[in-house]
């Protein structure tokens, strides 16, 4: 099966640095994702990372480790218009299933 | 890159009427798609898994009956939620993927329904 935790909020200061956890259990694995939510609008995709390490993306930046079931997604000089949900996700067969979403509130 | 049109993008139904819903590869051929359901404040659940010309593969829990899944055309499948009801009542997205990058998923960008 496939068991994904983030945790449910988070918040913190604009200008700061974040990071997300996300631990997963799966019987096989072909990578995970993270996209980014704002209410009421789709997802948008953010990273995915096959191979164990640190891939950055300007800002963002997502860490995997495949023997620990681990993945982090960090995010630095936080802005405002980061406040929004950051979904883990991890292919199954043939689907793409999410995690239940960690929501980041920026504080000015 | 890869657009997925989804319409309409917000939906207002009395109760027992049915909604349709469209989703639309735009300049690409969707081997398959995927429809989500999102409650407030919860994350994306999967509802079915359609592949063109096939019929559509439900979750556990999700009646095939209630939520008709169409997807006729490699650019083309339509979400009907029949006989709605309040509890129905959600955002909905649909997802595809590319025929060579099936671990990449494109967005729709949602549709509201509000059952009365």
């Known amino acids: 099966g496939q068991n994904i935790d983030q945790p449910t909020e988070m918040t913190a200061t604009e200008g700061a640095i974040v990071q997300i956890n996300c631990t997963y259990q799966?019987?096989?694995?072909?990578?995970l994702f993270w996209y980014q939510q704002h209410a009421g609008e789709a997802p948008t995709f953010l990273s995915y990372?096959?191979?164990?390490g640190l891939e950055e993306k300007g800002r963002f930046s997502s860490f995997l480790s495949r023997s620990k079931g681990y993945s982090y997604l960090l995010l630095k000089e936080l802005q405002m218009k980061d406040s929004a949900s950051y979904l883990c996700?991890?292919?199954?067969?043939?689907?793409?299933?999410f995690g239940k979403g960690t929501r980041l509130h920026i504080l000015p | 890159g890869a657009v997925v049109s989804q319409h309409p993008s917000r939906v207002i139904c009395k109760s027992g009427t049915s909604v349709k819903i469209e989703c639309r590869s735009l300049?690409?051929?969707?081997?398959?798609m995927f429809w989500y359901r999102q409650f407030p404040k919860q994350s994306l659940m999967l509802m079915a898994t359609?592949?063109?010309?096939?019929?559509?593969?439900?979750e556990q829990g999700v009646e095939k009956d209630k939520f008709l899944i169409n997807h006729a055309s490699l650019t083309l499948s339509t979400l009907t939620v029949t006989s709605a009801h309040p509890e129905d009542s959600s955002f909905y997205i649909c997802?595809?993927?590319?025929?060579?990058?099936?671990?990449?998923?494109?967005f729709g960008s949602g549709t509201q329904l509000s059952v009365l």
């Open positions: 997802s595809a993927s590319l025929r060579d990058r099936a671990e990449k998923l494109f």
């Open positions: 799966t019987s096989g694995f072909n990578g």
């Open positions: 990372n096959v191979l164990d």
């Open positions: 996700a991890v292919p199954r067969d043939d689907k793409i299933i």
């Open positions: 300049d690409f051929q969707a081997t398959t």
């Open positions: 359609s592949n063109e010309g096939s019929k559509a593969t439900y």
